[in-house]
């Protein structure tokens, strides 16, 4: 019994180093620079890596194309090869005429050519602009003079409300009041809120668009 238990142990174990795990492969290689996709570079170079060995840099370029600016600054981190595509004018061309679409696209282009050296990536970073991917939350508290009962003499009470605003690249935000939490409130904040939500709507516009 000791004989088949010790058997069958050590075949599980070979079983186990037996596995293919095709990661292992991965670590300890050093991937070399490669230039972006559409330059040109006057030297191959076969990259190492397994998935840029099975998706195309026309692909990968589409993938970071549909990514958020801040996605990508997190995705530029993972190697140099990314880091590399990710500074193509292209993608952060299209995050800036998504951000600041109210100035309209001639004007942008005005803007990036004669405030920041014609570099869409380096307006994205230095121009002042609004997130439009979540709330803005203020919190607010008062003081408010009580009803005097009992023997409690000049009593107050200490109101906290909470001021929500959602800005869209359009032009448009939302605004509410309420001291209710950012948990139920983020449910109602959006252009199909009814009138009992009491959201307000209105238009913004930053003052050096005007």
Known sequence: MPN???TSSHFRMLQFLGTQRPWLSLYGIRIRPTAPVGSVSSKGFTDSALIHRCLPDELLFEIFLRMSPYTLGRAACVCQKWRYTIRNPTLWRAACLKAWQVSGALENCRIVQSLYKGSWRKMWLQRPRIRTDGLYVSRNTYIRAGIREWNVTN???LVCYYRYIRFYPSGKFL???????VKEVARCMNFRAAKADSVFRGDFMLTEDL
Do not use: A
């Open 4 to 6: 088949e238990i010790s």
């Open 175 to 181: 605004y509410k009041n309420s001291s209710q939490k």
């Open 155 to 157: 009593p107050v009470h």
